[in-house]
């Protein structure tokens, strides 16, 4: 019963099984022939946007003045975590 449904598709001339053989060869061929044009292009491409970011003019940075500081002093702003309206951390049960 399982080799009634399950039958094998091959041909069983000889000269048949060689020319299914040949052509999925080709078939296999084509197919990556295609794969490497398909990688070319995306390599010429993102070469291409590459060339194309670099050569797109830009206006030069201009470094900005920095505040004279006192030593050990850091600037920044801050605001209030603890005050009446932050919830208290409960410890976490020690397993």
């Known amino acids: 019963m399982f080799h ?3 039958r ?7 000269l048949a099984r060689l020319l299914l053989g040949l052509v ?5 061929l084509i197919l990556v022939a295609v794969g490497v044009f398909a990688a070319a ?9 590459l060339l194309a970011r670099s050569l797109r003019t830009r206006a030069p940075a201009t470094p900005r003045a ?6 050990g ?3 920044g702003e801050f605001s209030v975590v603890d ?5 208290v951390r409960m410890k976490s049960p020690q397993f």
Do not use: C, D, Q, Y
């Open 4 to 6: 009634a449904r399950f």
């Open 8 to 14: 094998s598709i091959r041909p069983r001339h000889p």
């Open 24 to 28: 999925g060869v080709v078939v296999a």
């Open 41 to 49: 292009a995306l390599a010429i491409g993102g070469a291409l946007l």
């Open 66 to 71: 920095r505040p004279a500081t006192v030593a």
């Open 73 to 75: 002093v850091i600037e």
């Open 83 to 87: 005050g009446p309206g932050t919830p």
